[in-house]
């Protein structure tokens, strides 16, 4: 008789061949022969005591051989307990594979069974409570109160290997990490109808038509989309409790090539890409900022500047204007009194009053030369001031023109980003909801219930993937790029205010070039009118040393005298005026400057502070950013190559190679201890018919 475990073993080794063809690559081409295609799939099945302990572990391989032609293979194998489930014949082995020759017309399947030796790469804990209490499956059977049931499932498949990727600045960098072989995988078990109220963690549950509760959990064992641990299980109710078994069924999958897993992958990446986009925006927005610090420091020293040439000219102007005062008191008035006086007195103190007015005429030469001499360092100043306010001008007018336009691109692209999301990715999103919910409708419709369980599982568990990328994407990263735009717009309105047409800078400057202006203006006027007033002066001092020369020409020319020197005297009232506006405009002007030079540092401290406190801030979270992201989706590529390679034995050269793993965690009903009840029962039996028997033969009764 074929030993029953066995022959479950063959057909479930079967259901999981078809699971594994149906989730990995097409065939390949076998070597020595283009027109046979060769596929090995290698399907371990490992049977389990209900608390988790390993019975017996299998592993089944199916060679497939499809085409025409001759094909010599060499399949890797266990060559352990190795079985040939097709007849009773062996197989050539040598060095550890089995070789098969043979002419191919059409399709051969060469099927072996043979004792598992590699490690699993799945570990399998199961724990059960009843009202609280840890217990043993087999001295749950009979009783009655809450069960709770849980398994842990660890991926164990995990090496620590130097994985590169590219940080926000462009730059591969490296960094330790556990890398896995991704594995996914479903949890089914079939709770009797004597377990009531089942509360199931995560999983699918469903009626099975006989008052039972069939469950059916997901587990994505594929760091970092999933954890490498999965913790499952179910709380009920039961009454006369048994332990219903489970299976475990596992395959290894390529995560960016899988349909189900290739989109959060390609999230990873998008993420990526974009941190690295966000650093490379934020790194130029700080460096203009830079440049904004640099030049404002340069502003603050040309107002400094002024500041000082201000000063000087703010004393300057005090002392031509004490001193114009002092020349029509002390100067002009009198020499016009000394000319009214002579005219009206006559030549008799001729001698004395001409050396008085010879040394009038002289201190009002000196004093008018002196005032010349500082016009033009006047004019000079004002010019100075001019150009360094143009500068100024120009500076603001170039840092609007850079912040600006770097802080809209930066904002237009965060909405671009936030319109993709909204028409394209959503909706995309949406239309694979929409086809999900049409496979699960034909999953429906399928009648072996087995099938459909599995189908409908794995799409539901699809919708759900689907459903969180989809939030994910409307969510934290849409609000990301809503705070961008939001930090863009608030850079672009802030630097256009200050400095932009009609901003406070601007406005400040202007007013400052036109009092200049203005100040340049009256300079001009005051020293033509020190010109003309120093050729008067020179007139003057010819004539009283013509007047000293002769006594006759003065008295004739004693009123012509008396004329002038009214005329002197009222053009020094002109210049006392004149001198006393200029002293005051630059006071006012040193005031003005005086009030810039206080408030200028403010200017580059803050724009430091800009660049330390926010866009330095902008460039590390976009640095953080693309790490991260790619740190993840370096990882998932890191675990598809271990996934090419996760057949436990291999494959010939060049065949499709697949892979699955079956776990069956037996269940316990009692029936081993009634087994071993109802067997002594019959030897006791047996034993008192023996004796009966005997007796009757001794005439006994």
Not at 99 to 111: A, F, H, L, M
Not at 292 to 299: Q, W
Not at 318 to 339: F, P, Y
Not at 555 to 581: H, P, Q, W
């Amino acid at each position: 008789m074929r030993n029953p475990i066995r022959t479950r073993s063959a057909v479930l080794a079967i259901g999981v061949f078809s699971l594994s063809a149906a989730a990995l690559a097409p065939g390949a081409y076998a070597a020595g022969s283009d027109d046979v295609k060769v596929s090995n799939t290698e399907t371990v099945q490992v049977a389990m005591d209900a608390s988790g302990k390993i019975d017996a572990q299998r592993v089944y391989e199916q060679l497939v051989l499809t085409g025409k032609g001759k094909v010599d293979v060499a399949n890797p194998i266990s060559t352990k307990g190795l079985r040939n489930l097709d007849g009773f014949g062996g197989y050539d082995v040598r060095d550890g594979a089995v070789r098969i020759k043979t002419d191919v017309d059409g399709t051969k399947k060469y099927r072996s069974v043979s004792d598992f030796t590699k490690k699993l790469p799945l570990d399998i804990k199961v724990t059960y409570t009843l009202d609280g209490k840890k217990m043993d499956p087999k001295d749950v059977v009979g009783k009655s109160g809450t069960l709770e049931v849980r398994y842990v499932v660890t991926n164990v498949t995990g090496t620590t290997e130097d994985v590169p990727y590219t940080n926000g600045e462009g730059k591969t960098v490296t960094s330790p990490q556990e890398v896995v072989v991704p594995m996914v995988g479903t949890l089914d078990t079939t709770l009797p109808s004597n377990f009531t109220k089942v509360v199931p963690d995560g999983a699918n549950a469903a009626g099975d038509g006989r008052g039972g509760t069939m469950l059916s959990f997901t587990m994505t064992l594929i760091p970092p989309i999933g954890k490498a641990t999965a913790e499952i299980g179910y709380t009920a109710k039961v009454k006369d409790a048994t332990i219903p078994k489970a299976d475990i069924s596992a395959l290894p999958v390529n995560p960016l090539e899988n349909v189900s897993f290739k989109g959060g992958a390609e999230a990873y990446k998008g993420g990526a890409e974009t941190g690295q986009d966000l650093t490379a925006g934020a790194t130029e927005i700080n460096a203009n900022v830079l440049k904004l610090r640099d030049g404002a420091s340069d502003l603050v020293a040309g107002i400094l500047k002024l500041q000082d040439g201000a000063n000087q000219l703010s004393a300057g102007g005090g002392e031509l204007n004490a001193g114009a005062a002092k020349l029509r008191a002390e100067g002009t008035s009198e020499v016009a009194a000394g000319a009214s006086k002579l005219q009206k007195e006559g030549t008799g103190k001729l001698a004395d009053g001409a050396d008085q007015l010879n040394d009038g005429a002289g201190a009002l030469s000196d004093g008018l030369e002196q005032a010349g001499s500082k016009a033009p360092a006047l004019l000079g100043g004002l010019k100075t001031v001019a150009d360094g306010l143009a500068q100024v001008d120009a500076g603001l007018t170039q840092l609007n023109g850079q912040v600006v336009p770097g802080a809209n691109q930066i904002s237009g692209g965060a909405a671009a980003l936030i319109s993709a999301i909204d028409n394209q990715l959503a909706p995309g999103l949406d239309q694979v909801t929409g086809a999900l919910d049409q496979a699960l409708a034909v999953a429906a419709n399928v009648a072996d219930p087995t099938q459909k369980a599995q189908l409908t599982a794995l799409l539901s568990g699809a919708k759900s993937g689907v459903a969180t990328v989809k939030g994910g994407l409307t969510g934290s990263v849409k609000t990301g790029l809503a705070g961008i735009k939001g930090g863009g717009d608030a850079i672009s309105t802030g630097v256009s205010g200050a400095t932009g047409d009609g901003g406070s800078l601007k406005k400040g400057v202007a007013a400052l070039r036109k009092g200049v202006d203005q100040l340049q203006d009256g300079g001009a006027a005051l020293a033509d009118g020190l010109g003309e007033l120093s050729a008067g002066a020179n007139k003057l001092k010819a004539g009283t040393g013509d007047l000293k020369s002769g006594a006759d020409t003065l008295d004739g020319k004693a009123t012509e005298l008396s004329d002038g020197a009214k005329t002197v005297d009222g053009k020094m009232g002109e210049l006392t005026a004149g001198s006393s506006k200029l002293s005051n405009g630059l006071v006012e002007l040193k005031t003005g400057l005086d009030t810039a030079a206080e408030g200028a540092p403010a200017l580059p401290e803050g724009a430091d502070r800009l660049s330390k406190e926010g866009t330095s801030k902008v460039v590390e979270s976009g640095n953080e950013t693309a790490m991260d992201f790619g740190q993840r989706y370096a990882l998932l590529e890191a675990g598809a190559k271990r996934a090419t390679s996760a057949q436990p034995y291999g494959s010939p050269e060049g065949a499709t190679a697949l892979t699955a793993y079956k776990f069956e965690i037996a269940g316990e009903d009692g029936a081993d201890a009634a087994n071993l009840k109802r067997g002594l029962a019959a030897i006791a039996l047996m034993v008192a018919a023996g004796g009966f028997a005997a007796i009757r033969r001794r005439g006994l009764i």
